[in-house]
């Protein structure tokens, strides 16, 4: 974090300093992303002013105030700044914790929901391909489960979109 102090018409003395800084190094107690801070510090007339700039992030925050005294407006304009920073800081944690979901409300959003509406017993014969095939456009079906006769593995004859047809073999890996 860079903090610049501007002072204009006084003299920045080291007190001074120090004292912006330390009120200024308190901001991180809110948020920790502060890419820099301006304090300007000017008197006219017997009226001390101060304004603060604070950049955090894509946000810029600015506070101004003025009083007969340079320590009590640095105190007035920390106060203001502090509210904005509290304010940022709190709609921050509101919009993660709308970014936050559990792995069960995650899996909810991104799976549709599985529901079986038929359940259907069919016996397997052995059956060579092309019974399979036959037996499969007979029901009207788009696949149909079957056992190979000379091998005696379980296999799926499917039809596909170029009305070929297709075979789905267990394989052991």
Do not use: C
Not at 59 to 86: G, H, N, P, R, W
């Amino acid at each position: 974090m860079k903090i610049h102090i501007v002072a204009r018409k006084l003299k920045l003395t080291k007190p001074i300093k120090d004292f912006i800084e330390a009120k200024v190094e308190k901001l991180y107690e809110y948020i920790n992303n502060i890419v820099w801070i301006q304090v300007i510090v000017s008197v006219e007339k017997k009226i001390h002013t101060a304004e603060i700039v604070v950049h955090v992030g894509h946000q810029t925050m600015k506070a101004a105030a003025a009083s007969d005294d340079l320590y009590s407006v640095v105190d007035k304009v920390m106060d203001k700044i502090e509210t904005q920073v509290k304010k940022y800081k709190d709609k921050q944690i509101d919009y993660r914790k709308n970014d936050v979901y559990s792995y069960k409300e995650l899996h909810q959003v991104l799976s549709p929901e599985i529901r079986f509406s038929v359940i259907k017993d069919v016996s397997l014969k052995p059956m060579n391909k092309e019974e399979a095939v036959v037996e499969m456009e007979k029901l009207g079906y788009n696949f149909w489960l079957f056992v190979e006769k000379s091998t005696k593995q379980t296999q799926v004859v499917f039809k596909r979109l170029d009305s070929t047809y297709g075979i789905l073999q267990p394989v052991k890996k």
